[in-house]
């Protein structure tokens, strides 16, 4: 199952990590998996090609994915609300067998 965790200050987003496999299909022909891949790498790269923001973010070798904005600007809020509603839609879809997505509210996040 794959697990999505927003993490958010107030109504603002200030990351995203992405673990886990779907488990929808065989590797490769996993369609959750894709989906979810497609729109969250294509977010982090759209917040590093699109906006001015300071941000960080890291691929780990079991495919998990970690993006922290440090500058909250409408144009990286808007790419996390996009992010959001696509794997919302995915988790409509598909449901709580292959992914999960949560929202953990935090005080604040450190800068690595």
């Not at 922290?68 to 990286?76: A, F, L």
């Amino acid at each position: 199952m794959i697990k999505v965790i927003f993490y958010q200050r107030a109504d603002e987003y200030i990351g995203v990590k992405v673990t886990g496999h779907a488990g929808f299909a065989r590797k490769g022909k996993d369609i959750v998996c894709s989906a979810v891949s497609a729109l969250t790498i294509n977010t982090v790269n759209s917040i590093y090609e699109l906006t001015d923001c300071a941000a960080k973010y890291e691929v780990s070798e079991d495919g998990t994915i970690r993006c922290r904005v440090y500058d909250i600007t409408p144009e990286n809020q808007l790419l996390l609300k996009s992010l959001r509603l696509g794997l919302c839609d995915v988790y409509k879809e598909y449901g709580d067998d292959y992914i999960r997505v949560y929202f953990k509210e935090v005080k604040t996040l450190c800068r690595d």
